[in-house]
């Protein structure tokens, strides 16, 4: 079994910058992609950024030059810096595990932490 731990988030002026982060444990046997996905009220989830283990990353356009992925393969962390956040931003942000346990592949999710951007 594969545990997400999200922290970080909170409330922000616009303009201003949050980071969140996400410690995957449990039976891991490796990591593949990781990412962070977000959910605003009456919308669907969307893909923010993911990052491979090879550190290659993929962001929404919505992000681009203001969001920054990265992640430790040692502490099986992924961390989201984001800057010159705008409100809508505001959003659910969750962060997705993929990768292989003891015995199968999992695709693990954590339980959501809020992101607001408001003056």
């Known amino acids: 079994q594969v545990h997400i731990v999200e922290s970080g988030g909170g409330l922000v002026q616009p303009g201003g910058s949050l980071s969140v982060s996400c410690a995957a444990s449990?039976?891991?046997?490796?990591?593949?992609?990781m990412g962070w996905y977000r959910q605003a009220p009456g919308k669907q989830r969307e893909l923010v950024a993911t990052i491979t283990s090879g550190g290659s990353t993929n962001y929404a356009d919505s992000v681009k030059g203001r969001f920054t992925i990265s992640r430790d393969n040692a502490k099986n962390t992924v961390s989201l810096q984001m800057d010159s956040l705008k409100p809508e931003d505001t959003a659910v942000y969750y962060c997705?595990?993929?990768?292989?346990?003891?015995?199968?592949?999992?695709?693990?999710w954590g339980q959501g932490t809020q992101v607001t951007v408001s003056s």
């Open positions: 997705n595990v993929r990768g292989l346990g003891v015995r199968e592949g999992f695709d693990s």
């Open positions: 449990g039976s891991i046997f490796r990591l593949y992609t």
